[in-house]
């Protein structure tokens, strides 16, 4: 490490001998240049990258991270790995920008990404080591994503006409599909949760505007039972008891009063002081208070109403009252909870008693409370009159059910994907190995420096494959020079060939992905391409790393 | 290349497996001598203090109270603290069986079968073992009494294995009683345990009526009776302030001149109290319940109308009073004629060793109930209220599922020759990993037969060639020290808790397996005086 660290104080004052202070606090500070500053951010990279490599694919293994604040996360997404591992190295942390901006991209192919772009790197140093300039690799570079994003669409299969205005069952199986390639690598039961994906999404999907708004999902989590009881339940969730012990648990056709008012008497911003001195004034403001609880109450009452949720508490007075009155009633609903429950049912946030009029109630089929397990654990369920949907997780212990969470944000991310462009590319890292033989083959015909960036790109996409063959315990090498040669034969025949053969990562003795009914979408694969050349073409492109190093 | 911060730490492949397993088996090891019912108890020793122990055989009491390092060893123990809130028993099981079958999973590593064959033979052999224990489930369809009769046999097989073995007829007995009149709720808040020092364990017993921890109030009735059986008393249940009456205006504030203006005001409010006292009393009531403190003037308003008050009753036994008086919680007494005021025979304070508690006789509803428990020791009586709880617990997720399965063993046995049978069926590799998953199960029959000092291998050898040769409520007689017919022996279990222990090790044994690298993150720097 001494070696590639120069110090900051080059520049010696003639005159004097003192070094010129150019940074400050500069002498404890130290500094990398030129090819040295890349190489060492090309380890950095690759070392991140071979943490998730062996987490690709259906077979990959999880990862076990304690977090600083000592909680334990299992986990095989990518994004989530990265972040709960607290990086401390730059371009480490670039990586995690990577993943996470295919995270809120896409919302799958996180791990992917980094690896490619791993493997990028891994490639690049070989080239830099033959003196070719990081500028011309980074270029070499662009041209071959073109290239492969080219292939990538030629492979793509489109699943639906575009503007279809009702789902069939073939694009349902195409749905269900690809969210179990995409479930597939985290959860045993991968199939199950993909139908319940596919089922959620497609009740909040507008197929008119060919999207799906995921933020009327919610996704919610309690332990016990197993991931097999992992249900959607037609309704929202809360995780909140009812007011009162003594309020009926079930209410049926509930018109709802939704407040962002507490039961309490007015309390103004304005700082004000009420004094009284007489004994007059004191009954009368006593009078005053019991007629604040009763007109709330009867305000309620009046509008219709029979059930209350309140983002606020309720004075112990006004919850007897409630109850007496036959209303059900929840306090402390939160913000975001309020508003869910105001768009499932149709109501409106009222904040004052006085604007409460029938319109502005909601309707709900029905309001439940259910108790889970024996510490008298309750949930709330409001099955309202619009598509709003709750999946509700259930599993042996907690970080299963986080896990599950998360994929399950990640499949209703694929299948939202695939509503809003209806692509798919087959699996299995079919698509690299495509893309990697077209490089190739441009790079034959290329007469110029780029050839060897080229090539170099196509031997970066072929560790996808590798990295995939390895995980599912088969012989890397073998299994995609197998592949590869099959494709290749396909190509003899027609240059544009359409192929759909992958790394038979499940042992299922066929190579054709379609038959496996193994599909990624089209949007993840090639934002994958273009974010890991991006970001290769960043880090090739930095030559001097000042720091505490 | 270290791309973590300097106190951050990793585990490799082979060896992040290790640490798994070291991790989880000793969990496991640990709590495999407190399995079955001649399994031990530990001594639970606080950091904090030597005073402080626990004498435990609850699996997720020894689990709950340890601090682990080890990131399997915690997932262990998580399963156990959810198995222990969903069902409340099968604690110490579901941590032992996950324990062997990552025991079984470490050999089949060692002989090279690749962890995702692995996981795939749990996987199926699960299902298999799930799909044979349901068709041999119970679904105690019959008759209540029955069924009654069954619940009985489930609380003797949870108590068997706990402090209160020596008198599990009384105590199972007490168990259902207490779980049947909960009318199929299953919040167990609703059943009061009171634990008093002296007597013997013997001597607990559940009461018809219902009893609270606490005292009646200086200068009112110690004893009311009805005098008519027609006409019950009539208890007023509230949560109320009762200290001084505010008025909950924010903001409000006296000011005054001098000293007969204050004295005005102040006797105002003394009238307002008194008011609320009277509102509450025409109720027409004798006893009047609270939440909340009772100060001394309300106190003495209702001395002197001759009604009962009882201050500072919290929120359980406040609602656990209003289940078995059928009476609503008031806050507002304004309107005497909507609110349900509750009934019963007989209010009367009771000695139990020194305390002095309250007794509701002659309730109308029993929804609600008291176990009063006594025993030699505080920590006999925590072991026991633990016990029972669990106990509690399984009957009450019983009545809400009916299905039963067979203990002693013998489901376990069941299973194991199931997952076996449809192991020789595969051709691949994943026969390997459910022979080991069927394995496991037998493992679990043995350790069994271990704990109760029998002869193992002759035992499950006996037990198993039982059931292969067709007698599936084969189990282990622990008292005579043989195979016996399980049906017989009256060892019955819940299906559910059984279900849940099979299903939640798998899957949990399943994530550990795939687990190839932990990270261990920096701990997180703490300023001083956090």
Known sequence: MSNNQQSLTMAVDEETGRPVIIIRDQEEKGRITGVQAIKQNIAAAKSVSFILSTSLGPKGADKIIVTPDSEIVISNDGATIMEQMDLEHPIAKLLVDLSKCQDSEIGDGTTGVVVLAGALLDQAESLLDRGIHPIRVADGYDLASQIAVDRVRELSMPMRANCAKDVTPEFKQFLVDAASTALGSKIAQGEKLANVAVDAVLSVADLNRNDADLSLLKVKGKVGGSIEDTSLVDGIVLDKDISHPQMKDVTPDAKLAILTCPFEPPKPKTKYELSISTVEQYRSLAETEQKFFTDMIQRVKDSGANTVICQWGFDDEANSLLMQNDLTAVRWVGGEDIEAVAIATGGRIVSRFEDLTPEKLGTAVEVRQEMYGTTGDHMITIQGKRGYKTVFVRGSNKMVIEEAKRSLHDAMCVVRDLIRAPTLVPGG????????????????????????????????????????????????????????AKQLKELERDPKYKTTLGVDCMARGTNDMAEQRVFETLASKTQQLTLATQVTRMVLKIDDIIGQL | ?????????????????????????????????????LGMDKILQSMSGVDSLTITNDGATILSSLSVDNPAARVLINLSTTQDQEIGDGTTSVVVFAGELLRMAEQLIARGIPVPVIREGYQRASAAALAALTESANANDGSEEAFREELFRIAMTTLSSKILNVDKKFFANMAVDAVLRLGGSTNLANIQIIKKLGKTMEDSFLDEGFILDKQISVGCPVDLKAEDPEHPLRVLVANTSMDADKVKIFGSKAKVSGATELAAIESEERRRMRDKCARIMKHDINCFVNRQLVYNQAEEEFAAKGVMCIEHADFDGIERLSLVLDADILSTFDTPEKARVGTCQRIHEIMIGEDKLIRFAGVPKNQACTIVLRGASKHLLDEAERSLHDALAVLSQTVKDRHTCLGAGSSEMLMSLAVSREADEREDLTQVAMGSFSQALENICFILCENAGLDANTIVAKLHAAHAGGHKTAGIDIVNGCVGDARELGIVEALKSKRQMVMSATEAASQLLKVDNIIRCAPRERQQGQ
């Open chain 2, 1 to 37: 290349m270290n791309v973590l911060k300097s106190e951050a730490s990793e585990e490799r492949g082979e060896f992040s497996h290790q640490s798994t397993f070291i991790g989880a088996i000793a969990i496991a090891d640990m709590l495999k001598t407190t399995l079955g019912p």
């Open chain 1, 429 to 484: 890292a079919c698509a690299e190995i495509a893309a990697s033989l077209r490089i190739t083959s441009v790079a034959n015909e290329t007469d110029d420096i780029e050839q060897y960036a080229l090539r170099s790109f196509a031997a970066a996409l072929d560790a996808i494959p590798m990295a995939l063959a390895r995980n599912s315990g088969l012989q890397p090498i073998e299994a995609v020079a197998q592949v590869k």
